[in-house]
């Protein structure tokens, strides 16, 4: 609850009020604010500190960008968070739902969730290694439980969550459970889990560079390793620039999404 | 016609007897309104004649038949409003209709006339975020009216609206009712509101939850202002507020 409602103060402050003060428009700062960076960056490596200035960098991303080794990376890449992130959160709805709904599922899956939730999934690498061998395998299962895990407790909290009075309306207005299911618990608890796929998205992409780890030939995460072994500092400063970027386009789709299907809340 | 005998509600875990001995007939198109002190089990009566709830002895019966649940000839309006907020007024309203299956054509056609009726015209496509409470109320009690109920139920539905839009709702709600009318049971804690707008007046006290005084109110309809504040209607009030307020202690 509170995430949602942060967000939404977030989303507020961020909408052009007619009525402030007015100053600079945001996206002036942001981008002033970008360009300071780059400065401070560029002000270390000048320094001595032993960082590539960004121009290198930027030449090492054309590189890698002109000899398509960047773009197969970012592909291996996507695809592994995309494959693990859909499958977690086909499976954490239903479970989620689930849980909510019926007291038993609750008390038989709960513990479990529980007890993985306080295991890292990178933890779980050695583990998936052994057993699921080093294909690509391990690697989308650690991301799927890593968004598994934080969807499904969203859902949950979402399916518990439901106005009682809600749904005791649905049932004077003769709704049976299967409607009431279909037609108050789904929409009442879809801002729960679309905060659920957010925090799920964020680990996704928090497990992926560790989970390339396991013996793969292209990915962000492995390209970064590989240029550890030679001090290739920019081609690391270009997989790490890349993650970010990506990361946070993929939360704006999802933003983006949230205010669509949500857009009836009331803000506060 | 409602018909509670000897209703008695204990709950068992917190060993709480919330109905004591309620016996009470609610005769069709009557307007009776339930008021009294918080704990004297005015919700408890509304539950259990929503079929939210049941009680633990006696009989609950609507048209000869015990009350086995919630139906579509028991509409019920909550003092929160319980409308849900990611449908538009017109799709809130025909909540109830799709629930039963009605044709596309004709659930619209029903709750074009009861938007109407509530006089929401204006606002059918909005979303709850956007109304008033007021207004807000005024989708409830259309939703409710959309799905044909013989009977009312209304618990606390104006509580948590200021005093003059209460008084607008209450005109509105007579209005309404005098147009298309039904049994309703209408529970408040106010008294001028308990007076104005029913048939009889039921006064319930608490510890445990029992019906101390039934007040017959032989104003006519449609109620005005004028009557507000006559003679008569000052009379039956003050009968109902010192029924409320100078309950005794034990039964």
């Not at chain 1, 905060?195 to 793969?216: F, N």
């Not at chain 2, 919330?18 to 089990?41: H, K, M, Q, Y």
Request: hydrophobic share 50%; net charge neutral; with cysteine.
């Amino acid at each position: 609850m509170t995430v949602v409602q942060a967000d939404a103060e977030v989303a507020t402050a961020s909408a052009p009020a007619p009525g402030r003060r007015r100053g600079v428009p945001k996206a002036v700062l942001n981008l002033i604010s970008v360009g300071l960076g780059i400065a401070i960056w560029w002000g270390f490596s000048l320094a001595g500190h032993d960082i590539p200035a960004p121009p290198e960098v930027l030449s090492r991303g054309r590189e890698l960008v002109a000899d398509g080794t960047l773009l197969d990376d970012v592909l291996a890449s996507l695809g592994r968070v995309l494959a693990g992130f859909v499958l977690g959160v086909a499976l954490a709805v239903p479970v989620g739902f689930l849980m909510g709904w019926y007291g038993m599922v609750r008390g038989l899956i709960e513990p479990w969730v529980q007890f993985f939730r306080t295991i890292p999934p990178l933890a779980i690498i050695p583990l998936a290694v052994v057993l699921l061998g080093i294909g690509e395998t391990p690697k989308i299962f650690v991301i799927f439980l890593a968004s598994f895990l934080a969807c499904v407790i969203a859902t949950f909290q979402g399916v518990v969550g439901v106005d009682k009075t809600l749904i005791n309306a649905a049932r004077v207005l003769g709704a049976r459970d299967g409607t009431i299911f279909a037609r108050v618990v789904v929409p009442a608890s879809t801002p729960f889990i679309l905060v659920g796929m957010r925090v799920g998205l964020g680990s996704s992409w928090a497990t992926l560079v560790a989970a390339e780890l396991i013996a793969a030939q292209q990915g962000l995460g492995y390209r970064m390793q590989s240029a550890q072994l030679y001090y290739d500092l920019p081609t690391i400063f270009v997989g790490l620039i890349s993650i970010g970027v990506l990361g946070l386009l993929m939360d704006r789709i999802l933003l983006f999404a949230e205010r669509r299907l949500t857009h009836w809340q009331e803000r506060r | 016609m409602i018909k509670l005998q000897h209703v008695r509600k204990v709950f068992a875990d917190a060993n709480f007897t919330a109905l004591g001995d309620v016996s009470l007939d609610i005769s069709d198109n009557e307007f009776v309104t339930v008021v009294g002190p918080s704990g004297c089990g005015k919700t408890t009566v509304m539950n259990i004649l929503a079929g939210l709830d049941f009680p633990t002895g006696g009989q609950a019966l609507v048209d000869g038949e015990t009350i086995s649940g919630p139906g579509p000839d028991r509409g019920v309006i909550f003092q929160q409003y319980a409308l849900f907020p990611w449908l538009t007024v017109r799709k809130n309203v025909e909540f109830g209709l799709r629930t039963a299956g009605v044709p596309r054509a004709e659930r619209r056609r029903t709750a074009e006339h009861f938007i109407d009726l509530v006089g929401l015209s204006d606002f059918a496509d909005a979303l709850p975020r956007t109304l008033s409470g007021g207004m807000k109320q005024r989708c409830a009690i259309a939703r409710a009216y959309a799905v044909n109920p013989s009977i009312l139920l209304m618990d606390e539905p104006f509580g948590a609206v200021d005093a003059l839009t209460r008084v607008r709702l209450q005109e509105q709600l007579l209005r309404t009712w005098s147009q298309e009318k039904r049994t309703v049971v209408f529970i408040t804690h106010d008294v001028d509101e308990a007076v104005f707008l029913a048939n009889r007046v039921v006064v319930m006290a608490a510890r445990p939850g029992r019906i101390v005084e039934v007040v017959d109110v032989d104003l006519p309809y449609p109620r005005t202002e004028e009557m507000r504040l006559s003679p008569a209607f000052t009379a039956l009030r003050n009968r109902v507020w010192s029924a409320v307020y100078h309950q005794e202690t034990v039964a």
